[in-house]
């Protein structure tokens, strides 16, 4: 069974749009998280979402937004695409803030 | 800021040969975790040091923390060809800040 699943894998979307990315974990942990990776491999915390607590790295864009039904699901929107918001997205959870974190097989995301 | 920073940025060594990989970082920590990720997957934990331990290891990995000089090394030993993977350090602030370094790039030649 996977542990954070992500869907789509592969999202091509034309500049302008808005896209959502969604996550999944079945590990019953209390905090979710949401990272960009860009094309040198550099991996930056965007989101960490704990027990309706946010978090949000004061350099993301407030085009980006993440939003949780439950526990167990914490997805991305984006609006307004832009061509630097290429890269690839990892979701992540862990039981808390600051443990081993456990992550999703990644969203790569090409805006045209 | 960038946290952590790793160093070498890549690595190549011969199979059955050690790889040791080193982190850097600027500010407090309450501990400090090192990650792989192979090509075109997500990141998989490897191991997690407290700020209060000095040496920690886990099978063939071995990892060293000096909070003096806000450093960390991870030791790969007997390399094999699937370890062949960039690997992150990663720093964390009693949760509220968590931050990778830019990786090393680890190529083990059969």
């Known amino acids: 069974d996977t542990a954070v699943s992500q869907t789509p894998k592969y999202l091509v979307t034309q500049m302008g749009n808005d896209k959502s990315i969604k996550c999944e974990q079945n590990?019953?942990?209390?905090?979710m998280y949401w990272y960009k990776q860009d094309s040198k491999k550099f991996l930056k915390i965007m989101f960490s979402y704990n027990n309706k607590e946010l978090i949000i790295n004061e350099t993301v864009p407030n085009r980006f937004s993440p939003k949780s039904p439950d526990k167990a699901h914490l997805n991305l929107h984006i609006n307004s695409l832009e061509l630097g918001d290429s890269a690839v997205y990892f979701c992540?959870?862990?039981?808390?803030?600051?443990?081993?974190?456990?992550f999703g097989p990644g969203t790569r995301l090409t805006v045209t | 800021s960038q946290q952590g920073e790793e160093d070498p940025q890549a690595l190549s060594i011969q199979e059955g040969e050690n790889a040791t990989m080193n982190c850097s970082y600027k500010?407090?920590?309450?501990?400090l975790q090192w990650y792989r990720q192979n090509s075109g997957r997500g990141l998989v934990h490897l191991i997690l040091?407290?700020?209060?331990?000095r040496e920690k290891h886990s099978g063939r990995l071995r990892v060293t923390l000096d909070t003096s000089k806000k450093s960390s090394s991870l030791l790969i030993t007997a390399s094999r060809a699937a370890d062949t993977a960039s690997y992150f350090c990663?720093?964390?602030?009693?949760?509220?800040?968590?931050?990778f370094g830019p990786g090393t790039r680890l190529s083990v030649l059969p």
């Open positions: 590990l019953g942990h209390d905090t």
């Open positions: 500010t407090s920590i309450n501990n």
């Open positions: 990663a720093t964390d602030n009693y949760g509220q800040n968590f931050v």
């Open positions: 040091i407290r700020s209060n331990e």
């Open positions: 992540a959870s862990s039981q808390d803030r600051g443990v081993e974190q456990y």
